[in-house]
């Protein structure tokens, strides 16, 4: 690991920054916004021939990285330093393939954002770069930033308010309309009920709950509504940080109140809630990295992972999976509407304003 773990392990005493919350930023005003470029035939006929299982390194390499591409919204833990952590697993999915741009805030380029960022600005978010890239967002929450990353779909899903501004990241405000041109379809839309295409929340929980900006997710937290496609939640077999021990309430597992497909995975008891997305090192790695994009999650224990420094690698083979599969099958509902037709491309007009 790197050196600065040690930071990391000296600054958890530190007391967590209560003040946060969201913006009171005045919403911008309306501007010509970029759609989703036009994939070419050549590189279109690649992207719906991939399986979404089974994307190998080459396929990211060659075909996905050439194409259109979500943001991951990456949400760290609420104690300084540990939005390194999440800067750590940045560095692991650009080791990894996965374009660097889709990774950093296109405004001030940060690694991810602060669980302490309002979740209305962050669904708000997921608007703003659907309708720029085509491709719907996917959400990456660790510790408090779990939390954080099922409050958006919450938020998403109508629990705290019934209209959501679009939130713009270049100006870090929010935008005058509550609707967006969805870019598959042409058509108008709320920001309200926008689903994201997969989301992860690792050591959620427990402690997070005491902080006002959080209390909202009391019975809320395990529930995963119908505003992502897919969701991993990830428990340590034993995590005092998430108050997680066998038979406690916290090990409840996730569950969907919907039709949203749900996944609980249970990490090794050696794994340390502040440093499972430390996962850089694993794609330096030449036999790591070919171990993790074989990864299935489907034969788990099929094939134990190669000698060498495996810290997370379970959690970063199975994020890395979900990862590469909901890119590849978000590019392949892109492609097959611009087939149809239906998609928009170049500068589109102005969506409806907030009256």
């Given at each position: 690991m790197r050196t600065w773990t040690g930071i990391l392990k000296l600054a958890l005493p530190v007391a967590l920054?209560?003040?946060?919350?969201?913006?009171?930023?005045?919403?911008?005003?309306?501007?010509?916004r970029a759609a989703p470029p036009r994939v070419d035939a050549a590189l279109a006929a690649r992207i719906l021939a991939l399986d979404p299982e089974r994307i190998s390194e080459g396929d990211v390499r060659d075909t996905l990285a050439r194409g259109p591409t979500p943001q991951i919204i990456?949400?760290?833990?609420?104690?300084?330093p540990v939005h390194l952590a999440m800067t750590?697993?940045?560095?692991?999915?650009?080791?990894m393939g996965y374009p660097e741009a889709k990774v950093r805030h296109p405004g001030d380029g940060r690694y991810s954002h602060s669980p302490y960022e309002?979740?209305?600005?962050?669904?708000?978010?997921?608007?703003?770069?659907?309708?720029?890239?085509?491709?719907r967002p996917m959400l990456v929450g660790h510790s408090q930033g779990g939390m954080q990353a099922v409050k958006v779909l919450?938020?998403?899903?109508?629990?705290?308010?019934?209209?959501?501004?679009?939130?713009?990241p270049l100006a870090d405000a929010a935008e005058d309309r509550v609707t967006i041109v969805d870019p598959l379809t042409g058509g108008t839309r709320p920001v309200l009920g926008l689903s994201v295409a997969y989301a992860t929340a690792v050591g959620a929980g427990g402690a997070a709950f005491l902080l006002p900006n959080q209390w909202s997710m009391a019975g809320r937290l395990r529930t995963i509504p119908d505003t992502v496609d897919e969701f991993t939640g990830f428990f340590l077999e034993v995590d005092l940080w998430a108050w997680n021990a066998p038979g406690s309430i916290e090990a409840?597992?996730?569950?969907?109140?919907?039709?949203?497909?749900?996944?609980?995975?249970?990490?090794p008891a050696n794994y340390n809630h502040v440093f499972v997305p430390v996962t850089s090192h694993l794609a330096g790695d030449p036999g790591m990295r070919s171990w993790i994009n074989a990864y299935d999650p489907r034969r788990r224990d099929a094939l134990p992972p190669p000698d060498g420094?495996?810290?997370?690698?379970?959690?970063?083979?199975d994020v890395w999976h979900s990862i590469k599969k909901h890119w590849c099958l978000e590019a392949q509902r892109l492609v097959r509407a611009q087939r149809a037709g239906r998609a928009t491309a170049g500068t589109v007009t102005a969506p409806a304003r907030v009256q």
């Open positions: 920054a209560l003040a946060g919350g969201g913006c009171a930023t005045a919403p911008v005003g309306d501007a010509p990456g949400l760290h833990g609420g104690i300084y750590d697993f940045a560095e692991f999915l650009i080791g309002s979740s209305e600005a962050l669904a708000g978010l997921v608007a703003w770069y659907y309708e720029r890239d085509g491709v919450h938020t998403l899903n109508g629990a705290f308010g019934d209209r959501v501004r679009v939130w713009n409840q597992p996730y569950r969907q109140n919907g039709a949203a497909t749900v996944r609980n995975v249970s990490l420094s495996s810290d997370n690698v379970l959690w970063a083979a």
